[in-house]
């Protein structure tokens, strides 16, 4: 850690202009590609002793070991003693990824394909709320990661969204947020999404009640 400090103030006044004039093929060096993903970090002000150093710093700090410990679906969540097990919802169905001895692999696909079914029936208006209007206004409750996913997940694929549904997104506890979302809304065409990983977060479960306040005003 010591040495890339030093590294980074020694070079405080780098200039990509400078950098890309002494390394002339630093656009071809500096990138990399996966997954039909191209990434390009040459306009960073990073030399190839920074990557080093982040690449040394990376193995001081045993990344690898506990890469392959998330993989091996230990608790490394040390704070709720948990296995931090993202890799599994990546999985694909024939994977076989263990958490306490078993196979956890089935039983998220068991839930994805739950989430597929409930999602193909909201979008061709089978399902529908409970005075018969089908669901037209979707709107997610959580915060951080919770909150920040689904807008992500939405941003990215609205192109490929049904154009005829309504997606709002509510994170702040103050009331003013979610008095906006539902304002010109009617309840009897609007879902929502408690997005919780413990359903204890104060911010979360506050919405969530004001939301279900303003849905049991019909």
């Known amino acids: 850690m010591k040495a890339l400090e030093a590294h980074a103030a020694a070079n405080l006044n780098l200039h990509l202009r400078d950098l890309f004039t002494r390394d002339p093929r630093r656009g071809e060096r500096l990138r990399a590609e996966a997954a039909g993903i191209y990434f390009d970090y040459s306009k960073n002000c990073i030399t190839a002793e920074t990557v080093a150093l982040l690449l040394q710093l990376a193995d001081e700090s045993g990344l690898r070991m506990r ?27 024939d994977e076989e990824i263990l958490a306490e001895g078993v196979n956890i692999v089935p039983l998220v696909h068991a839930v994805l394909d739950k989430m597929a079914v409930f999602s193909n029936s909201v979008r061709s208006g089978e399902w529908k709320g409970y005075t018969g209007k ?9 915060i951080g990661g919770s909150d920040l996913g689904p807008v992500m997940a939405y941003e990215a694929m609205r192109h490929y969204s049904q154009r005829d549904l309504n997606f709002r997104f509510v994170s702040n506890v103050d009331g003013t947020d979610i008095a906006e979302a539902t304002r010109d809304l009617d309840a009897e ?7 919780s990983k ?9 919405n969530a009640h004001t939301a279900r306040v303003w849905r049991l005003k019909l």
């Open 134 to 142: 089908p669901i037209r206004n979707i709107i997610n409750i959580g």
């Open 189 to 195: 065409e609007t879902l929502f999404i408690i997005s």
């Open 67 to 93: 890469i392959d410990a998330m993989f091996r679906g230990e608790k490394i969540n040390v704070t709720e003693q948990r296995a931090v097990l993202h890799v599994a919802l990546r999985a694909p169905k």
């Open 198 to 206: 413990t359903f204890t977060t104060l911010e979360t479960m506050t």
